[in-house]
């Protein structure tokens, strides 16, 4: 089987090289789509001969055409497929992404069509579930609003309640990371969260805080230490101050639904910052490979 040529790195010259034209995205697209083999879609055939649009594969059985746009997050895209490929590079490379106003102004596309667009990139970098967080995991719980909802007089019930986790390394370095809304502070809602994340035989650390009591039973290295106003847990308070401002320079509107599409987009970025060379690949795999949303934040 050939070897996909991947594309790797974050210099913005050699990727403008490589996808000025729409034929180079085709091919890249059709090199991940068909990396484990060929399949028709319809019958299963594995025979195919070349189809109609670029980089396209008709199945010599039942004459079957896929583009290799069919079923990805790519398929009927607004956006021009070498301009949908350069905004997944800056989002994935970019150390702070691109807001939908900044992919409108560089790449001349409508606001509303890179919002979509980038809607769609956020449900790629969605985490995999595959890799909980291990070690000494710290937990906390913090909240997030945004500014439109201190111009209406801060009403302290339209702010959200994020719990985030972060591994703590040996020497005082962090590890990777994740966030998501929860509707209360109970161990409800909690569980999931720490289901989907956390590994069972992590060194929790949380606050004394009730709700994280009972999760005791599953997660039986679960330690309570004094919060002693955020000071025991510095490097969490550290991540979320670094979140929240984030979260205030680029996006003005705070919907439930939107706000956990920023988190992952952060924590997709921040989980990946020492493996940078790798990550437009990485986010581009999964818009072609993409299965709908495993984890359910909208209750
Ligand atoms: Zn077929």
Same mark, same amino acid.
């Given at each position: 089987?050939?070897?996909?040529?991947?594309?790797?790195?974050?210099?913005?010259?050699?990727?403008?090289?490589?996808?000025?034209?729409?034929?180079?995205?085709?091919?890249?697209?059709?090199?991940?789509?068909?990396?484990?083999?060929?399949?028709?879609?319809?019958?299963?055939?594995?025979?195919?001969?070349?189809?109609?649009?670029?980089?396209?594969?008709?199945?010599?059985?039942?004459?079957?055409?896929?583009?290799?746009?069919?079923?990805?997050?790519?398929?009927?895209?607004?956006?021009?497929?070498?301009?949908?490929?350069?905004?997944?590079?800056?989002?994935?490379?970019?150390?702070?992404?691109?807001?939908?106003?900044?992919?409108?102004?560089?790449?001349?596309?409508?606001?509303?069509?890179?919002?979509?667009?980038?809607?769609?990139?956020?449900?790629?970098?969605?985490?995999?579930?595959?890799?909980?967080?291990?070690?000494?995991?710290?937990?906390?719980?913090?909240?997030?609003?945004?500014?439109?909802?201190?111009?209406?007089?801060?009403?302290?019930?339209?702010?959200?309640?994020?719990?985030?986790?972060?591994?703590?390394?040996?020497?005082?370095?962090?590890?990777?990371?994740?966030?998501?809304?929860?509707?209360?502070?109970?161990?409800?809602?909690?569980?999931?969260?720490?289901?989907?994340?956390?590994?069972?035989?992590?060194?929790?650390?949380?606050?004394?805080?009730?709700?994280?009591?009972?999760?005791?039973?599953?997660?039986?290295?679960?330690?309570?230490?004094?919060?002693?106003?955020? !000071?025991?847990?510095?490097?969490?308070?550290?991540?979320?101050?670094?979140?929240?401002?984030?979260?205030?320079?680029?996006?003005?509107?705070?919907?439930?639904?939107?706000?956990?599409?920023?988190?992952?987009?952060?924590?997709?970025?921040?989980?990946?910052?020492?493996?940078?060379?790798?990550?437009?690949?990485?986010?581009? !795999?999964?818009?072609?490979?993409?299965?709908?949303?495993?984890?359910?934040?909208?209750?």
């Amino acid at each position: 089987m050939e070897v996909r040529d991947k594309f790797t790195g974050l210099n913005s010259i050699k990727f403008t090289l490589r996808f000025h034209q729409v034929e180079a995205c085709y091919k890249y697209l059709s090199d991940i789509k068909w990396e484990d083999g060929y399949h028709c879609r319809k019958c299963n055939h594995t025979g195919y001969c070349l189809g109609v649009k670029p980089h396209s594969r008709r199945c010599v059985k039942c004459s079957y055409d896929e583009s290799p746009t069919s079923g990805t997050m790519f398929d009927k895209c607004k956006i021009l497929i070498h301009i949908a490929f350069h905004i997944v590079f800056r989002l994935s490379t970019k150390k702070k992404g691109m807001s939908s106003l900044e992919l409108s102004n560089e790449f001349e596309q409508r606001q509303k069509t890179c919002w979509e667009f980038k809607w769609k990139v956020q449900q790629a970098m969605q985490s995999s579930l595959n890799y909980p967080l291990t070690g000494e995991v710290h937990v906390d719980e913090c909240f997030i609003g945004g500014e439109e909802e201190q111009k209406q007089g801060r009403s302290k019930g339209k702010k959200k309640l994020v719990i985030v986790a972060l591994e703590k390394l040996p020497f005082n370095g962090v590890g990777r990371a994740y966030a998501q809304i929860i509707e209360d502070a109970s161990n409800t809602s909690f569980r999931p969260f720490f289901e989907a994340h956390i590994s069972k035989d992590a060194d929790v650390v949380t606050d004394e805080w009730t709700g994280y009591i009972p999760l005791k039973k599953d997660y039986t290295k679960l330690k309570q230490v004094p919060s002693n106003k955020g !000071k025991n847990q510095p490097d969490m308070h550290i991540h979320i101050m670094n979140l929240k401002g984030w979260l205030r320079g680029i996006h003005h509107h705070c919907s439930k639904e939107r706000l956990q599409g920023y988190l992952e987009e952060y924590h997709f970025r921040y989980n990946r910052r020492n493996n940078m060379d790798t990550i437009f690949d990485t986010l581009l !795999k999964r818009m072609v490979n993409y299965e709908p949303k495993r984890l359910n934040t909208d209750k």
